[in-house]
């Protein structure tokens, strides 16, 4: 049901008792102040009202031992469901750990947060400020900005505060995903695995596949914690595991991306984009490097003139896309499109070494022989 920011707000007036007169004033400009869910039954506030009234029907903001406030399933949530999508309390023009204008950035802060409403400016002081005894001391609207900014999308150098998803704490082996979603002007975040109620709900605070010593490293020293997931609290040997199959990673998304083999060595290429993926797998990896790798194969298959291939590889990209994004973002919107139209696509026909029509796509195969003819393994054409 997609529920209406009046509509949430009428219905928690009803049910609310004269105790909390004050803090549904505070709910109303929080949620005039933007959050938003597509699969909401029911939107709420997590900081206002008592931590057992789940926000949006999906989840509460609860503390957990060790790590503060967390956001907790509050039902099952199904991979793919859109958790929260939320407008920025405030936005900063970079990330706020790498700013050397101290005074720039409190005035930047200060500005926005003196246009907000006084219940919202009072919100956004009970966010988790991980710098209270920075030697020299920095004002604590920045202490928090350092602590709770989010990137707008992927290598995006702005950034922005969020009431709700600024609660979220990390794990290696996170069940969600942040995204910016460009044409709502929103966070959005995403669950990549199917979430069971009462579970917490995690994204990642590291880019990129870092071995565990450089995570822990990021994470103590930007966040003041040390991660005990399931990826970091394990034996050496297993660690050593993880680090090889992470530095393999980073190696493979060298090559493909040096953009040379899509045409010179473009075998090669496919079976780098198909470790790759049964690498991210295997480290419990699902996030945004499954559908860029599934585009990677996609461009290998039709810049060679494989409109076939070109059309299940833009399937897959589209819908591992749609789970961590939603329908509705840009590049799932540019995989759907391929998907129909591979031979628009700028690279299609670079050579023709793979020509073959978008209609070969053969029908009848078991999973395994499907398997074999998309990823050209021997003796399939
Ligand atoms: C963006 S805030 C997340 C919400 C925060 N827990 C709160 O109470 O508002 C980041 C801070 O949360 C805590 N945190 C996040 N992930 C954690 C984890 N896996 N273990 C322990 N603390 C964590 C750290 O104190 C970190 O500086």
Not at 146 to 160: D, E, K, V, W, Y
Not at 176 to 199: F, M, Q, V, Y
Not at 353 to 374: D, H, I, R, T
Request: with cysteine.
């Amino acid at each position: 049901m997609v529920a209406t920011r009046d509509g949430n707000f009428g219905s928690l007036l009803k049910a609310s008792e004269s105790a909390f007169k004050l803090e549904l004033q505070q709910l109303v400009e929080e949620v005039r102040s933007g959050v938003d869910n597509d699969s909401a039954e029911e939107t709420q506030s997590s900081m206002s009202i008592p931590a057992q009234v789940p926000v949006n029907g999906l989840y509460h903001i609860r503390p957990l031992p060790g790590k503060g406030q967390a956001m907790v399933a509050a039902r099952k949530i199904p991979k793919g469901t859109r958790i929260i999508a939320e407008s920025p309390t405030i936005t900063l023009p970079g990330n706020p750990r790498d700013s050397a204008g101290v005074l720039h950035l409190n005035q930047l802060i200060t500005s926005q947060l003196s246009n907000l409403p006084a219940a919202t400016r009072q919100q956004y002081h009970t966010l988790h400020n991980n710098y209270t005894a920075a030697t020299p001391p920095i004002p604590p609207a920045i202490g928090i900005a350092r602590t709770n900014a989010l990137p707008f999308g992927h290598n995006s150098l702005s950034a922005g505060v969020f009431l709700h998803a600024s609660r979220i704490n990390h794990s290696c082996t996170h069940n969600a995903e942040n995204t910016w979603n460009a044409s709502l002007g929103k966070l959005t975040i995403h669950a990549i695995r199917d979430i069971e109620p009462g579970s917490e709900i995690t994204i990642s605070y590291v880019e990129g596949f870092k071995p565990c010593n450089q995570r822990q490293a990021h994470l103590l020293s930007a966040f003041g914690f040390r991660c005990v997931c399931e990826r970091c609290a394990v034996t050496d040997s297993k660690r050593k595991e993880s680090d090889e199959r992470l530095r393999r990673l980073v190696q493979l998304e060298e090559e493909i991306g040096d953009g040379v083999g899509i045409v010179a060595t473009p075998l090669a290429c496919l079976r780098k984009a198909r470790e790759m993926l049964r690498l991210l797998e295997e480290e419990g990896l699902g996030g945004a490097t499954v559908p860029r790798v599934y585009y990677d194969a996609f461009q290998v298959a039709i810049a060679n003139g494989d409109q076939a291939r070109a059309t299940v590889f833009a399937g897959r990209w589209y819908a591992s896309r749609a789970v961590v994004e939603g329908e509705d973002s840009e590049d799932a919107a540019k995989a759907k499109e391929m998907m129909k139209k591979p031979a628009e696509h700028r690279l299609f026909g670079t050579t023709m070494k793979w020509k073959q029509a978008a209609g070969k796509v053969p029908s009848g195969l078991s999973e395994e022989a499907f398997e074999k003819w998309l990823w050209r393994e021997k003796g399939t054409a």
